[in-house]
């Protein structure tokens, strides 16, 4: 790699210098429209008197932390809205950590990176947990090596990049491996409207202190950018979690918290449904195709990615970029998400041309 660059910004490089046409599967940037009253709500921030353009409260605005903590059936005090859901996990990361006697984190393996990532920026020790065939995660084997060296036990679902969603059972199991071993379960929840199983649940329901829940609205609203998300969090992190953010960021976004209100507020049901009804038919062309090409692939139960693996094509680096220069298709490396699914690749399927690409590939390894 010519530069030190997160590999997914050295793909999408190299994708964006093609000189023929490449369709992008790297990162998970939604394509489709967000919610009306979102832009909406952005507009009106606009004509907004000054005196509203200044901090606003650093824990995040009370009416948008109100609405959440009342759609979440938890304390409003345990809220704090964040910089996106990349704050709120790294927050609840890293003070979970300085609360939490041992230094070990576990992550599944595959991983999103930016967990791995984050744990070696907080020196922190990682054991990861390979997950099955089709991306279940067994809680024994996460009980197996969980101790009093435990301080986090990290995972998402919907899943990134397996699409797996791990149920009541394991959350519940997940959950008490962390009470057992004073260690703190973070539960990544942003891909929770994209659950194609009907078995997404979320950790809160457990009531437990050992337990924070990171969120945004990036995913859900198809709106990365706008960087609001929040964290859910015990009530012993809840301070820790509150000058940290506030001694790096200050507060979040004014304009953005106003949108994210009123997209809250007004959108219907069916924004949601649609959105997962399109996804789903992207996913069935997609694997498909892969049906066609003779890969073998993870059926996502939920999000928006697919894990699949070509006879003869490992999914090293260098073949991602062959992928792209002759196939016109940009995925990621499976040696990104761990050493699991090193020889798999993995795309996003946020792209209007999502079946396009699978007929690519289907004709590249035909």
């Given at each position: 790699?010519?530069?030190?660059?997160?590999?997914f910004?050295?793909?999408?490089?190299?994708?964006?210098?093609?000189?023929?046409?490449?369709?992008?599967?790297?990162?998970?940037?939604?394509?489709?429209?967000?919610?009306?009253?979102?832009?909406?709500?952005?507009?009106?921030?606009?004509?907004?008197?000054?005196?509203?353009?200044?901090y606003?409260?650093?824990?995040?605005?009370?009416?948008?932390?109100?609405?959440?903590?009342?759609?979440?059936?938890?304390?409003?005090?345990?809220?704090?809205?964040?910089?996106?859901?990349?704050?709120?996990?790294?927050l609840?990361?890293?003070?979970?950590?300085?609360a939490?006697?041992?230094?070990?984190?576990?992550?599944?393996?595959?991983?999103?990176?930016?967990?791995a990532?984050?744990?070696?920026?907080?020196?922190?020790?990682?054991?990861?947990?390979?997950?099955a065939?089709?991306?279940?995660?067994?809680?024994?084997?996460?009980?197996?090596?969980?101790?009093?060296?435990?301080?986090?036990?990290?995972?998402?679902?919907?899943n990134?990049?397996?699409?797996?969603?791990?149920?009541?059972?394991?959350?519940?199991?997940?959950?008490?491996?962390?009470?057992?071993?004073?260690?703190?379960?973070?539960?990544?929840?942003?891909?929770?409207?994209?659950?194609?199983?009907?078995?997404?649940?979320?950790?809160?329901?457990?009531?437990?202190?050992?337990?924070?829940?990171?969120?945004?609205?990036?995913?859900?609203?198809?709106?990365?950018?706008?960087?609001v998300?929040?964290?859910?969090?015990p009530?012993?992190?809840?301070?820790?979690?509150?000058?940290?953010?506030?001694?790096?960021?200050?507060?979040?976004?004014?304009?953005?918290?106003?949108?994210?209100?009123?997209?809250?507020?007004?959108?219907?049901?069916?924004?949601?449904?649609?959105?997962?009804?399109?996804?789903?038919?992207?996913?069935?062309?997609?694997?498909?195709?892969?049906?066609?090409?003779?890969?073998?692939?993870?059926?996502?139960q939920?999000?928006?990615?697919v894990?699949?693996?070509?006879?003869?094509?490992?999914?090293?680096?260098?073949?991602?970029?062959?992928?792209?220069?002759?196939?016109?298709?940009?995925?990621?490396?499976?040696?990104a998400?761990?050493?699991?699914?090193?020889?798999?690749?993995?795309?996003?399927?946020?792209?209007?041309?999502?079946?396009?690409?699978a007929?690519?590939?289907?004709?590249?390894?035909?």
């Amino acid at each position: 790699m010519d530069d030190d660059r997160p590999l997914f910004f050295h793909v999408m490089a190299y994708a964006d210098d093609a000189d023929h046409d490449v369709i992008d599967m790297v990162s998970g940037d939604p394509d489709w429209e967000p919610p009306t009253a979102l832009r909406e709500g952005l507009r009106e921030f606009a004509d907004a008197p000054v005196a509203d353009y200044q901090y606003p409260p650093s824990e995040g605005r009370g009416d948008l932390r109100d609405l959440l903590a009342d759609r979440h059936d938890v304390p409003v005090e345990r809220l704090v809205v964040t910089n996106g859901g990349g704050e709120a996990n790294h927050l609840a990361m890293a003070c979970g950590l300085e609360a939490h006697a041992g230094n070990e984190v576990i992550l599944t393996d595959p991983v999103y990176p930016y967990y791995a990532d984050r744990a070696e920026l907080l020196g922190a020790d990682v054991t990861y947990v390979p997950v099955a065939d089709d991306g279940a995660l067994d809680p024994e084997a996460v009980r197996a090596v969980a101790s009093e060296e435990t301080a986090l036990i990290v995972a998402c679902s919907p899943n990134n990049p397996t699409g797996a969603v791990y149920g009541e059972s394991v959350k519940r199991e997940l959950t008490d491996i962390a009470e057992s071993n004073d260690a703190l379960y973070v539960s990544d929840e942003v891909y929770e409207e994209f659950d194609f199983s009907g078995r997404f649940h979320s950790a809160l329901a457990f009531d437990s202190e050992n337990v924070a829940v990171t969120n945004s609205f990036s995913k859900v609203m198809a709106t990365t950018g706008l960087r609001v998300g929040y964290a859910i969090l015990p009530e012993h992190l809840v301070d820790p979690v509150r000058t940290r953010h506030m001694l790096t960021n200050v507060a979040v976004t004014a304009p953005g918290q106003h949108a994210a209100l009123k997209a809250l507020r007004e959108t219907p049901d069916e924004y949601y449904a649609e959105t997962r009804t399109m996804l789903e038919s992207r996913i069935e062309h997609f694997c498909g195709a892969l049906d066609a090409a003779g890969a073998e692939y993870i059926q996502p139960q939920g999000a928006f990615y697919v894990l699949a693996r070509f006879d003869g094509f490992p999914g090293t680096l260098d073949n991602t970029k062959r992928l792209i220069d002759e196939a016109g298709v940009a995925g990621m490396p499976g040696d990104a998400f761990g050493s699991a699914r090193e020889e798999w690749l993995r795309f996003a399927l946020v792209s209007p041309r999502a079946t396009e690409a699978a007929d690519r590939l289907a004709e590249y390894f035909a």
